[in-house]
């Protein structure tokens, strides 16, 4: 039976706990599940990362892939391998946004080149589907090379070399090309649209008048001038670990559903794979589209699980459900459902969407781990690795996290991704923050190379940036950095719980107070079956005290301690706010309990050291709240 999904709520009651009601759940793999939270409802968020109130954000060069469009359309990666999409559609797209202004168009303006004579429902399909293609084909390269958004597409102009460009503004590229009188533009692209051949009419006599004049401003070059070499390409290869897990996307149910929720099923099954792959080294296989290319299934018979979406709209309301099934047999492993309103649904960045997502990437992570468990030798294999060494770090103890250094180091050295070296400079945090480990001199010096070698690795994983930032943030102090590979995270993926809580971390540390408790409660949100739940709500304690909202920091404190007690962070901010309350019983016990955990909190510079806050002020109130105390 599928439950109503219940407005978001806030409530205060007379013991200053906050209680919050979620989006009701059902599962057909056990029993529903009612969840309670101690937290604010989320009521809007910070703004966007790329919305015209937020700084632009400075971030390096880092070329990762070549485009050829001069001749045969070509695509290359990092280590020169061709990885030219075989459909097509999918090299006109390119083709499209390589010659547009600024590299992007308007998923409008494509579709009107791409499928003219397809509906408007059919035609957003159809480029949904391609651009599922080209993330499944790219990998890790898609993030890599594009932006995508409800509105628009674009071809990042900072990762993609293409030709046509570097010709504008240097000459000698035109020469190093070895382009000749012949050379067509887009050689051979064929794609049965009368809107995109006469597209292609227009750009190919627009470049025929532009290769006049070079040829004319290459004759006038001193013969001794010798083309200088084509950029270098930053290495980009996604070295496939020796096992991993392969999934398909069956085709979507879709009942009662109109024009303007018809895209709701795909938007979900897709955040769920984007989130999945953060993590897990995986092999996607999409069939939801029988009359697609073949070529991308050739392997697909090694399928080990299935994903599914099936989409309800009676009238104003909406009820998704997601199936996770085993493909040896078929069997349904579970079904998730959740019931909202179109509006909620439609709404831009909706919580409802984002965190049944989340509850859904989570639950499938688990069963990962579950099912993997008994081929554990001495360490996890990599399509879990990264999950166990995150989980493994919050433990809380030292045993724990040298055993997930040592597992992020052995993986590292089988892979290119980035992401295990980028989860070592995490794991310091824990040093600095939790007193776990030894953490020396030398071993900053290497965390800081860590960290910024990382990024030349994958920069374009939201998990990575987000355990880069908090390195460079918490532990350096390196707040703006910190900054722009946050707000890249969430632009990358907006979906992540763990993004919004270093996000909010980072704002916290820098004073914007505000826009860190709501990002602050849009993790809380997400990550409510996270195993990593407990330290969002501490985040939200966090961001609660520096707003002076004690009461409900002091309920999220205590329950993010109930789920981890011995998270010295939540304890800290329990101290602080029962003593602002004056609650000194309280605030005693509690203060008693963080000695046991880090006896040296005793010392005020070490006080200064844990909470690590910019702002001096705000550093010595929350000290000075303490000190009849310590």
């Known amino acids: 039976?599928?439950?109503?999904?219940?407005?978001?709520?806030?409530?205060?009651?007379?013991?200053?706990?906050?209680?919050?009601?979620?989006?009701?759940?059902?599962?057909?793999?056990?029993a529903c599940a009612a969840i309670t939270r101690t937290h604010t409802s989320p009521s809007s968020l910070p703004n966007a990362p790329d919305s015209p109130h937020t700084r632009s954000m400075p971030t390096p060069t880092q070329i990762v892939a070549k485009l050829f469009v001069i001749g045969p359309l070509r695509l290359s990666?990092?280590?020169?391998?061709?990885?030219?999409?075989r459909s097509k559609k999918a090299c006109a797209l390119l083709a499209l946004l390589a010659l547009a202004p600024r590299c992007q168009r308007t998923r409008v303006w494509l579709r009107d080149k791409l499928w003219s004579e397809s509906c408007e429902r059919?035609?957003?399909?159809?480029?949904?589907?391609?651009l599922f293609e080209l993330r499944r084909d790219l990998g890790g390269l898609f993030d890599a090379m594009f932006e995508v958004d409800r509105h628009a597409i674009m071809l990042r102009r900072d990762a993609v070399w293409i030709d046509i460009r570097n010709i504008e503004t240097d000459i000698n590229t035109f020469t190093a090309l070895r382009v000749t009188a012949e050379t067509d533009l887009l050689e051979g692209i064929d794609v049965a649209d009368e809107e995109f051949e006469d597209w292609l009419l227009l750009e190919r006599q627009a470049w025929r008048n532009r290769a006049a004049d070079l040829f004319e401003q290459v004759a006038q070059l001193p013969h001794t001038a010798l083309p200088p070499e084509q950029p270098s390409v930053a290495a980009f290869?996604?070295?496939?670990?020796?096992?991993?897990?392969?999934?398909?996307?069956?085709?979507?149910i879709q009942q009662g559903c109109g024009a303007d929720t018809a895209f709701i099923a795909d938007h979900l099954v897709e955040g769920i794979v984007q989130n999945l792959r953060e993590l897990h080294p995986l092999d996607i296989y999409d069939l939801r589209d029988s009359s697609g290319p073949s070529d991308g299934l050739l392997s697909a018979g090694n399928t080990d699980y299935l994903l599914r979406v099936r989409a309800l709209q009676i009238r104003h309301s909406l009820t998704l459900t997601f199936f996770f099934y085993s493909a040896k047999n078929m069997a349904l492993e579970w079904s998730q459902s959740i019931q909202t309103s179109v509006n909620e649904a439609l709404t831009y960045d909706s919580y409802v969407l984002a965190g049944f997502i989340n509850q859904n990437v989570d639950r499938i992570s688990r069963h990962f781990e579950r099912r993997l468990k008994s081929d554990f030798t001495e360490q996890p294999k990599p399509m879990v690795a990264a999950m166990s060494a995150l989980n493994m770090m919050f433990r809380l103890d030292d045993r724990a996290l040298e055993n997930a250094e040592a597992m992020l180091r052995d993986h590292a050295d089988k892979t290119s991704s980035g992401l295990f070296d980028a989860m070592r400079a995490y794991a310091t945090s824990f040093k600095v923050g939790e007193n776990l480990g030894v953490l020396g001199p030398r071993d900053v010096n290497a965390t800081d190379a860590l960290a910024r070698g990382a990024l030349s690795g994958n920069p374009f994983n939201s998990i990575s940036l987000a355990c880069?930032?908090?390195?460079?943030?918490?532990?350096?102090?390196?707040?703006?950095?910190?900054?722009?590979?946050l707000e890249k995270?969430?632009?990358?993926?907006?979906?992540?719980?763990?993004?919004w809580d270093h996000y909010a971390l980072n704002r916290m540390y820098v004073g914007d107070f505000e826009a860190a408790h709501k990002a602050a409660e849009r993790a809380v949100y997400l990550g409510s079956f996270s195993p990593l739940s407990y330290s969002y709500d501490t985040t939200l304690a966090m961001t609660s005290t520096m707003l002076g909202r004690n009461q409900l920091a002091i309920a999220s404190s205590r329950n993010a301690l109930r789920k981890q007690p011995k998270f010295a962070a939540a304890m800290r901010y329990l101290l602080v706010n029962l003593s602002r309350l004056d609650r000194e019983d309280e605030a005693r016990s509690t203060y008693e309990t963080l000695l046991l955990r880090d006896p040296d909190f005793a010392d005020p510079e070490v006080q200064k050291a844990r909470f690590r806050l910019v702002q001096k002020g705000t550093e010595t109130d929350l000290i000075s709240t303490i000190k009849k105390f310590t």
Not at 77 to 85: E, F, K
Request: charged share 15%; proline share 6%.
């Open 468 to 485: 880069l930032a908090h390195a460079m943030g918490y532990v350096f102090h390196e707040h703006g950095l910190a900054s722009d590979l």
């Open 489 to 499: 995270a969430l632009r990358l993926n907006p979906n992540q719980a763990f993004v």
């Open 122 to 130: 059919k035609s957003s399909t159809s480029l949904r589907q391609l």
């Open 1 to 30: 039976m599928l439950l109503n999904t219940k407005p978001l709520e806030y409530a205060l009651n007379v013991n200053g706990k906050s209680s919050f009601s979620q989006p009701s759940l059902s599962s057909t793999g056990g």
């Open 77 to 85: 990666d990092g280590a020169g391998n061709t990885v030219t999409p």
């Open 237 to 252: 290869s996604e070295t496939a670990p020796e096992a991993r897990l392969c999934v398909g996307v069956m085709p979507n």
